[in-house]
């Protein structure tokens, strides 16, 4: 996968999961002296409000700037963008459902940081299983119970690519969220560094 040079990280309301990620990926990137730009954005956001006290506080505690008031996101955004990066699978899939040529660059950000482990066999697997069964399903058919079956076992063993939302609880909920989400950059921004 060649090196992205526009990243878009995306979560609900640009307040919390989003800048957060948004201040570390900059400071990671600075740090691996990746050429890249970051942005982020909400699905559901509204331009301009400040990023929550608690996510500023922990983005603080790290001695990381503060990003400034929050973004809708917007086609133009999601077509700038090289590598789409969201908080959760609900975030992706709200992303796809409006711009479906996001298709091929948009990613969870556990799914990219974890893309080439074994999960990821597993969770294609699924996904072909669930395309198969909703094709199905509109066709008046069923799963076959081999397949269902598996499906059920496939999301028994996968991780959740889920970071979870801190919104309205106190620092420490922040806190967590932060180093969840500085965990994944992490290895996403190394596997960043190999790729150039």
């Not at 503060?66 to 699978?89: C, H, K, N, Q």
């Not at 496939?154 to 989400?181: H, K, M, N, T």
Request: aromatic share 4%.
């Amino acid at each position: 996968m060649s090196q992205p040079s526009r990243i878009l990280i995306v979560c609900t309301g640009n307040t919390c999961r989003s800048p957060m990620a948004e201040s570390m990926l900059r400071k990671l990137a600075e740090q691996k002296s990746l050429p890249i730009e970051v942005k982020s954005a909400g699905v559901s956001a509204v331009n301009g409000l400040p990023v929550s006290s608690h996510a500023a506080e922990a983005l603080r505690k790290r001695d990381l700037p503060v990003p400034e008031g929050s973004s809708a996101l917007t086609a133009e955004t999601a077509e700038w963008a090289d590598l789409i990066l969201t908080m959760t699978s609900g975030h992706k899939r709200a992303v796809l459902e409006r711009y479906p040529s996001a298709a091929g660059k948009i990613y969870t950000l556990k799914e990219y940081a974890l893309s080439g482990e074994a999960a990821m066999a597993d969770l294609a697997e699924a996904e072909r299983i669930y395309a198969d069964w909703q094709l199905k399903q509109a066709l008046g058919e069923s799963l076959s119970a081999e397949d269902r079956e598996r499906l059920l076992e496939l999301q028994r063993r996968l991780p959740s690519f889920d970071v979870a939302d801190p919104f309205g609880g106190p620092l420490e909920v922040y806190e967590s969220c932060a180093e969840e989400i500085a965990e994944a950059l992490e290895i996403a921004a190394s596997k960043m560094a190999e790729s150039d």
